[in-house]
């Protein structure tokens, strides 16, 4: 009976995490009306690193001699996955939909078999192809809102292209986190990513604050601050970590998938966003092209 509610619990995780990593497009597309978008990734980050840093701090000193080999590698795991994808998402928010931002997100695992393969020298089959060009399609599909017009005069809203770039620093990070092999525990490992990120986003934050836009401090900041570091930062990433102790990656790899929905939920609801044609036809090419590119191929006995 317990191992049943056990497993009951660690499937229902696939579809309670991506609540709050979704909220994640929830930030980019309202927090971004009243803090300036790098200022919220980069305050986003460095309260992640506050908050999380008297839990681990004990062990990081104790670590400090890894700390000091990994250092260059931690920074990149930084800069892509807290820098890149803090905030290209909330640059995209100014001027795209979550809807938009969710589905091409989902394209992250596609550029992952693609770097993997460059970088990596990981075979791709002809399925993969296939699923790739699926993918890709499926992407462009809604960044051109199914016009073609739009490609041909290349007259297409910026904040997908925002979101294609974030996507690709997805990929970037999540290969290199798994490629690189750590002596540093989970919690311990995502503390010097968040300040790490903080401190890539540091130079572009004070180049916003002084040529663009400068932040107010105020109910607002600290609301939407607290909410991004919370819910789509430390609330998503354990309910995740968990999840994959629980189900393995592979399976854990759907929340993505169902990242994208509750992405629509969001923009539905809460920002009045309409669900077009080609956010169905883009969002199937996307899914498609993904089990193709995700499925193994049968071995001959």
Same mark, same amino acid.
């Given at each position: 009976?317990?191992?049943? /509610?056990?497993?009951?619990?660690? #499937?229902?995780?696939?579809?309670?995490?991506?609540?709050?990593?979704?909220?994640?497009? *929830?930030?980019?597309?309202?927090?971004?009306?009243?803090?300036?978008?790098?200022?919220?990734?980069?305050?986003?980050?460095?309260?992640?690193?506050?908050? #999380?840093?008297?839990?681990?701090?004990?062990s990081l000193?104790?670590?400090?001699?890894?700390?000091?080999?990994?250092?260059?590698?931690?920074?990149?795991?930084?800069a892509t996955?807290?820098?890149?994808?803090?905030?290209?998402?909330?640059?995209?928010?100014? =001027? =795209? =939909? *979550?809807?938009?931002?969710?589905?091409?997100?989902?394209?992250?695992?596609?550029?992952?078999?693609?770097?993997?393969?460059?970088?990596?020298?990981?075979?791709?089959?002809i399925t993969? *192809?296939?699923?790739?060009?699926?993918?890709?399609?499926? *992407?462009?599909?809604?960044?051109?809102?199914?016009?073609?017009?739009?490609?041909?005069?290349?007259?297409?809203?910026?904040?997908?292209?925002?979101?294609?770039?974030?996507?690709?620093?997805?990929?970037?990070?999540?290969?290199?986190?798994?490629?690189?092999?750590?002596?540093?525990?989970?919690?311990?490992?995502?503390?010097?990513?968040?300040?790490?990120?903080?401190?890539?986003?540091?130079?572009?934050?004070?180049?916003?604050?002084?040529?663009?836009?400068?932040?107010?401090?105020?109910?607002?900041?600290?609301?939407?601050?607290?909410?991004?570091?919370?819910?789509?930062?430390? /609330?998503?990433?354990?309910?995740?970590?968990?999840?994959?102790?629980?189900?393995?990656?592979?399976? =854990?790899?759907?929340?993505?998938?169902?990242?994208?929905?509750?992405?629509?939920?969001?923009?539905?609801?809460?920002?009045?966003?309409?669900?077009?044609?080609?956010?169905?036809?883009?969002?199937?090419?996307?899914?498609?092209?993904?089990?193709?590119?995700?499925?193994?191929?049968?071995?001959?006995?």
């Amino acid at each position: 009976m317990r191992t049943k /509610i056990n497993n009951l619990f660690a #499937l229902s995780l696939l579809f309670i995490q991506p609540i709050f990593m979704a909220s994640n497009l *929830v930030v980019a597309r309202g927090g971004v009306e009243y803090v300036p978008p790098i200022s919220l990734a980069f305050w986003r980050w460095a309260l992640v690193f506050l908050i #999380l840093l008297p839990f681990t701090y004990l062990s990081l000193k104790k670590n400090y001699e890894i700390m000091k080999k990994e250092y260059k590698k931690l920074f990149f795991l930084g800069a892509t996955g807290c820098g890149i994808c803090g905030a290209f998402p909330f640059l995209a928010g100014q =001027t =795209t =939909t *979550v809807t938009n931002m969710g589905i091409i997100y989902t394209s992250s695992p596609i550029f992952i078999i693609l770097i993997s393969s460059i970088f990596f020298n990981e075979k791709i089959n002809i399925t993969k *192809v296939v699923g790739l060009i699926s993918c890709l399609m499926g *992407v462009f599909a809604i960044i051109i809102k199914g016009d073609l017009n739009l490609l041909i005069n290349l007259n297409f809203t910026m904040g997908d292209l925002w979101m294609l770039a974030a996507a690709i620093g997805w990929a970037l990070y999540s290969i290199y986190l798994f490629y690189w092999k750590t002596k540093l525990g989970i919690f311990q490992r995502f503390t010097l990513i968040a300040f790490f990120g903080a401190v890539s986003l540091l130079p572009f934050y004070i180049s916003e604050e002084i040529y663009f836009q400068r932040t107010t401090f105020n109910k607002e900041f600290v609301v939407w601050v607290f909410f991004a570091a919370i819910s789509p930062g430390i /609330i998503a990433f354990t309910l995740y970590t968990l999840a994959q102790k629980k189900l393995g990656a592979s399976l =854990t790899g759907f929340t993505l998938y169902i990242f994208t929905i509750y992405g629509a939920i969001y923009g539905y609801f809460l920002f009045e966003e309409k669900l077009e044609n080609y956010h169905l036809i883009g969002t199937v090419l996307v899914f498609i092209g993904i089990y193709l590119a995700k499925k193994k191929n049968v071995k001959k006995t």
